[in-house]
């Protein structure tokens, strides 16, 4: 039997390494760190036992106490359906005057819309419903068709220029490409842009002004300021679409752009869309 190496300074026996004169003590770990890690494999062997643990070709070991993420998460999720389904059932009965008329409900369809909106609208309206060139900003007040809680509805449900639903919203600006001349589109398009405050040139707002009344009032008004009923936007304020100068003006009567909105309600069903008529109108751009 060998005698042990005892380090001369500190009194304790090294493990017999030794690099380059440099000894390694013996230091044993605590008892009670040594008894802890023994648990731990213990404990985990019996997880493994009772939990799904082992993972397997199509799928992974039960465990003998048959528990499973999946069904608890399916618990959580009907629990909580079975909780909303009173508000569910108040949306789908109500209509959006009386949502809005009620707190608890209102403040429920809001949270319900803007869950849809984010999976549904934002692809187009952006996720804080700003909109882009070619699609509107949702939380200003100027609307085409109406900001009131029932247009909104409408427009969601029933979309604009949605060729496959019969309600949908339908207005359509005439090209005025060859039905006057390239002069008289720009001298038209002069005092549209002048309207807003847009660069424009003042010496064409005059004539601009008379060919506007014969062939753009019946739709925008002779004030400029739109028409509902058939979509025509307000040409006095700074916010277009399409329209962002007065070149972009010109191009917008010679050759229109349309949008297409899809109609939701075939999609999402009435309860869903009243809920994200909800939340639209309560971004700050709804009317009375």
């Known amino acids: 039997m060998s005698q042990k190496d005892i380090d001369e300074i500190s009194g304790v026996s090294t493990t017999g ?3 380059d004169g440099i000894k390694e003590l013996n230091h044993p770990m605590p008892r009670w760190w040594v008894l802890t890690f023994y648990a731990t494999i213990l404990w985990a062997i019996g997880y493994t036992i009772a939990y799904p643990a082992w993972p397997l070709i199509h799928s992974a070991t039960k465990g003998v106490l048959g528990w499973s993420s999946r069904d608890n998460i399916k ?4 629990a ?9 059932a108040a949306v789908s009965s109500k209509s959006v005057e009386e949502i809005l008329a009620d707190d608890n409900l209102r403040t429920f369809a809001t949270a319900a819309g803007a869950a849809a909106f984010k999976v549904n609208c934002v692809q187009c309206h952006g996720s804080g419903a700003s909109g882009s060139k070619g699609y509107p900003n949702l939380n200003d007040d100027d609307w085409l068709w109406g900001g009131k809680i029932t247009d909104i509805q409408q427009t969601i449900a029933h979309g604009i220029r949605f060729a496959s639903d019969d309600e949908t919203r339908v207005s359509e600006m005439p090209a005025f490409e060859g039905t006057i001349s390239p002069e008289e589109i720009k001298t ?8 807003s405050g847009m660069d424009h040139d003042a010496a064409a707002v005059e004539p601009g002004k008379a060919l506007f009344e014969n062939y753009c009032a019946s739709c925008h008004g002779p004030d400029g300021k739109g028409g509902r009923e058939f979509g025509a936007p307000n040409l006095t ?3 277009s679409l399409y329209v962002h100068s007065e070149g972009d003006m010109e191009q917008q009567i010679m050759r229109p752009k349309h949008g297409v909105m899809p109609a939701w309600n075939a999609r999402l069903g009435e309860t869903t869309v009243k809920e994200l008529a909800t939340y639209v109108y309560t971004l700050g751009g709804g009317e009375k």
């Not at 909580?80 to 569910?88: M, S």
């Not at 038209?188 to 309207?195: C, D, H, I």
């Open 237 to 239: 304020d700074a916010i």
């Open 80 to 88: 909580a359906q079975a909780a909303k389904a009173d508000y569910v």
């Open 75 to 78: 618990t959580e999720l009907a």
């Open 188 to 195: 038209v398009a002069n005092f549209a842009a002048s309207l």
């Open 17 to 19: 390494h030794e690099w």
